[in-house]
């Protein structure tokens, strides 16, 4: 089941990324500030396809400066800019900077890949994020400098029946009162 969930999301994701040009998708992307040698020349028109970083097992075979430039293209290029923090990289010192994040992401999903466990790691949208920009996703509804008391409303429907346990204290309760 699991294996067909993770195709059906990423046929659902890659659907998605058709409905943009190559046009569209390479003005998205800003190139990090990657040293290479000239036989790691990377071209982001041939790196733009999500496969290049969703497919865990050609994530396996990144060995290079540049297969890893051209993950990331792939991966910049192929963003879901309908989700709401949707953000394009503002200049070339961010792109670098997120780009160490991706490749450091990269190495731990193939480190935890490599040790064929009963479940499968990926590139995901928390890929290029600092620890400080995932934590909201990761730590629950409050940032951690907040002090306020969340105030969860009850509702009481008389329609609903209150679960069986609560019947069987009750009723124990009335037999003992009495």
């Keep these: 089941m699991r294996k067909a969930f993770n195709t059906f999301s990423l046929l659902f994701s890659l659907v ?28 982001p028109e041939d790196c733009l396809d999500p496969f290049l970083y969703k497919d865990t097992k050609q994530l396996l ?3 290079s400066e540049g297969e890893y430039l051209c993950a990331f ?3 910049q290029a192929n963003k879901d800019t309908t989700v709401p923090n949707f953000k394009l990289y503002e ?10 994040l991706f490749k ?3 190495a731990e999903v193939n480190d935890i890949n490599s040790q ?11 890929s290029d994020m600092t620890d400080a920009e995932r934590y909201p996703y ?8 907040s002090k306020e008391e969340v105030e969860i409303p009850v ?19 009335r037999m003992m009162t009495n």
């Design 91 to 100: 200049d070339e010192n961010e792109a670098t900077m997120r780009y160490n």
């Design 116 to 126: 064929h466990l009963s479940w499968t790691a990926g590139i995901n949208l928390f």
């Design 73 to 75: 293209i792939a991966f």
């Design 16 to 43: 998605f990324a058709e409905k943009q040009s190559d046009a569209e998708k390479l003005a998205l992307v800003v190139l990090p500030h990657v040293e290479l040698d000239g036989l790691q020349a990377v071209s």
């Design 138 to 145: 990761t730590h629950g509804l409050l940032p951690p400098e």
């Design 155 to 173: 509702v009481k429907r008389p329609d609903v029946p209150p679960p069986p346990m609560l019947v069987l204290e009750s009723h124990l309760h």
């Design 61 to 63: 075979d990144i060995n």
């Design 104 to 106: 450091s992401s990269v």
